[in-house]
């Protein structure tokens, strides 16, 4: 399943989205909240504008416990070290030092998939529901 933007030049469906199961969107602010409506986990690979956008949205929106929290997984330590100082903000005031841990580095789709179940065994709760 994918939510794809219609942009202009260069966003197109991912390929390995089935495409009968590919929504496409035309605002950012619709795709985004269909998207983290539906979303069990956030993995954000290195990326630009559009991926800080929605990695910033859902932390921020855990946050503030605006919506339940989810496991957020940035992939590539050294990308996310680099863009994203998160300690640099603890120094700051901008964040609670407690909200280093809303998220996780991982490097591989094994460390990130055992990542996600660990953090839903954590939590109690089940992954996948009956129905979803």
Not at 37 to 49: E, H, I, K, S
Not at 61 to 87: E, H, M, S, Y
Request: with cysteine; aromatic share 16%; proline share 5%.
């Amino acid at each position: 399943m994918g939510l794809n933007i219609t942009l202009p030049h260069e966003q197109f469906p991912n390929p390995y989205v089935t495409p009968d199961l590919c929504f496409q969107f035309h605002y950012f602010s619709l795709r985004k909240m269909h998207f983290i409506m539906r979303a069990r986990a956030l993995v954000a690979f290195p990326g630009g504008y559009g991926t800080f956008d929605e990695l910033f949205e859902t932390l921020a929106l855990i946050q503030t416990r605006k919506i339940k929290p989810i496991p957020v997984v940035l992939v590539g330590k050294t990308f996310w070290r680099k863009a994203f100082d998160v300690n640099f903000m603890v120094e700051e005031g901008v964040i609670d030092a407690e909200d280093r841990d809303l998220f996780w580095y991982a490097e591989t789709a094994d460390d990130i998939w055992q990542g996600i179940l660990d953090w839903y065994a954590l939590k109690g709760e089940a992954l996948i529901h009956n129905g979803d």
